[in-house]
């Protein structure tokens, strides 16, 4: 009896090793174990093997923790297929590391999902402080970290989101636990350029800032690349036919608060008018084509450079659309709001500058403007107080 219970403790803890091995089939690899051991004369003891190779003192000493299966994606076409059929290799001339990350490990295990969000602003100021395209950029490793994150590009990635650290794979970045899938075409400042498909060698992310070109062939990105670090360069991942870089958006990003327009008050308005000289021999002469401080020296430049408009203006039509202004009642005039026809053709459309009433019964008006064939002048006009007038008053949306 004594050597069957050796034989049988034996036996379990053959069977524990072949369990920690291949992380299942307990009852098939202790079936196994026990008929080799034992042949087929051996009695099972009364404590089944499988509590003794879990109970047994040598558990605690000898027992690994059970690794998480990984992606193991082969080079050639068990790689995990694109969502559309598409294949790419690395750009030819790329290094062969610029490319991946750690093959080990889920994005569950790597990391712990930060649900609190960030703006684009703040992720982009982020992405800045591992100083791209410098001397103190952070030198890529896969192995190494950098402030609890992986110093390779999907760890750069999680750094600049604030997702929990080390980070996720990059696989792991293109799931829909972090991120969804945009085109191209909608890329934003702190978008995602991901090629989730092919080995670690091969994987790579990007952090799109802006379209470096009016027709979009290429962008400036912040990336984490392998042989030099972190790097500021224009890209064109994604954008040619057949690429496996797709475009997602980071489920935590958000959008920057708007900025609150400039304002000015209803006096700065005056006094910047002012500046042109109007009615004198200093004054500005008319042009639709010449510059006076970058404004144009028109109707429409004039009234936008009272405003502190960007240079070189909006034109009288844009002027009096909710992008710049409000309408208003005539009657509700002060000081600094404008009077606009927005209808017509480029010489008859036109704007002034309410400055006072010249009479009690608000039959005219004084105002400023940079008229055709003069320049800039300060006089008396009735604009919108007519029956059938296209003139219309509006109040600046950044006069306070």
């Known amino acids: 009896m004594s050597s069957n219970r050796s034989s049988w403790i034996t036996a379990g803890h053959l069977a524990l090793a072949t369990v920690v091995a291949c992380g299942g089939g307990l009852v098939t690899a202790v079936s196994a174990q026990a008929a080799s051991t034992q042949g087929t004369s051996a009695q099972a ?55 991946g990350e750690p093959d080990t490990g889920t994005e569950e295990e790597a990391t712990t999902f930060a649900a609190a969000t960030i703006t ?49 794979i990059t696989v792991g970045l293109a799931k829909s636990t972090y991120s969804k899938r945009i085109t191209m075409s909608q890329l934003r400042r702190g978008d995602l350029v991901i090629d989730a498909i092919g080995s670690n060698t091969t994987r790579h992310v990007v952090i799109f800032d802006k379209w470096a070109n009016a027709g979009k062939t290429s962008y400036w990105a912040y990336e984490q690349r392998g042989g030099y670090g972190t790097d500021y360069r224009t890209r064109t991942y994604g954008l040619a036919s057949g690429s496996q870089y797709k475009a997602y958006r980071a489920n935590k990003i958000r959008e920057d608060a708007p900025k609150p327009p400039a304002t000015v008050t209803r006096a700065q308005v005056v006094a910047r008018a002012k500046t042109w000289k109007p009615a004198t021999a200093q ?10 401080g970058g404004y144009r020296a028109d109707g429409s430049g004039y009234v936008s450079m009272t405003l ?23 009657t509700a005039l002060l000081q600094g709001d404008l009077v606009i026809d927005p209808v017509g053709g480029t010489t008859a459309r036109a704007v002034v500058i309410f400055d006072k009433w010249a009479d009690a019964k608000k039959t005219s008006y004084w105002a400023y403007q940079q008229r055709a064939g003069y320049g800039t002048d300060y006089r008396v006009v009735k604009h919108g107080l007519t029956a059938g007038t296209q003139f219309k008053a509006y109040r600046s949306l950044r006069i306070r």
């Open 45 to 99: 003891p009364s404590t089944p093997v499988a509590s003794l190779a879990l109970t047994g003192p040598a558990v605690t000493a000898t027992t690994p923790p059970t690794p998480t299966p990984t992606p193991s994606p082969s080079p050639t076409s068990t790689t995990a297929p694109d969502p559309d059929g598409e294949t790419e290799a690395p750009p030819p001339g790329t290094p062969a590391d610029e490319y």
């Open 283 to 292: 004054r500005v002469p008319y042009s639709q084509t010449r510059l006076q």
């Open 120 to 168: 684009r602003s703040q992720m982009i100021a982020r992405a800045r402080t591992w100083n791209p395209g410098t001397s103190k950029r952070v030198p890529y490793s896969q192995s190494k970290t950098r402030g609890g994150y992986r110093t390779d590009c999907s760890g750069y990635v999680s750094m600049a989101l604030g997702l929990g650290k080390p980070g996720p």
């Open 308 to 330: 502190g408009l960007a240079k070189p203006g909006p034109n009288t039509v844009a002027l009096a659309k909710s992008a710049y202004t409000r309408p208003i009642a005539m």
